[in-house]
C-alpha cells in the first residue's frame, strides 16, 4: 500500500530567509509576481527595499531566530542564508551563518509544519571534505536530509553570476573569465559553468510547484546541481 502523500494547503505561505542577497532578493520578487502564495514572509536583519501587499517583512538581527520564527506557520521555507569567509571573518562565524542558522529555521519550520523546506547549498558539497566550506555545506545537506521533511530541495550552483551589493572583486574576476568560457563548458564541465543567480531562483520556485501540483510524491529529497538549473 502506497503511503499517502503530505496535505498541501489550498492558501500557501512562503516564508523567505536571506531575501537581501543576492539569490534570495531575486526569490523574493519571483515569489511575490507568481501569484502562488497568499502571503510571502521574510525574516531579514534590516527592512527590505521592496513594498508589496503580500509581503510581510519581519526585521530581527537573528539573535534569536527560533523565538521569532515560533509564531509562523508557512507552507513552503527558502533558505537563501550564505556568506563567504571573508566577510564572516572567521570560521566559527562562517558555520554560524550557513550552517547553525539554516539548521534553527529549518527544526522551527518543521515543528511549525512546514511541507517543504527548500535550501540554497553549493556545488562540491560533502560532510567529509577536507575543504571546510565544502564540509559545513554537506553537513548541512545531512542535517536537512535527518529533520525528514515531507519534501526538501537542495539547490547546489556553482559561482553565481549577477548584482551584488557588496564587493567581491575574486568573484566578479571569476565571473568574467568563466562567462567568456561558458560556451564551450559542455559535458562534465557544465556543472562548474558559472550560473545567473536569477536561474537558481526560477528553478526553486519551479520545484516548489512541482510539489504542489503532485508532480513530485515520489520524490522526497532532491538535490539539484548547477548544470541543471542553466
Known sequence: MNEPSPQIDALPVALVLGGSGLIGGLLLRRLLDSGKYQKVIAISRQRLPLAHSQLENIVDDMSNLAEVMRGLTAT????CLGTTMKVAGSEQKFRHV???LPVIA????RKSGATHFLVVSAIGANARSHFFYNRVKGELEAELKRLG???LTIMQPSL???????QRVVEKVSGQIFGFLKPVMVGGLANIAPI???NVANKMVEE????????????KVVTIQSK???
Open 76 to 79: 513552503d521555507v527558502y533558505c
Open 106 to 109: 529549518a527544526e522551527s519550520a
Open 149 to 151: 521533511f515531507p519534501y
Open 160 to 166: 553565481l553570476l549577477g548584482d551584488r551589493d557588496e
Open 196 to 198: 545567473d543567480a536569477e
Open 228 to 230: 541543471d538549473m542553466q
Open 208 to 219: 516548489a510547484m512541482r510539489v504542489r501540483s503532485g508532480d513530485r510524491q515520489k520524490q
Open 98 to 100: 550557513d550552517y547553525e
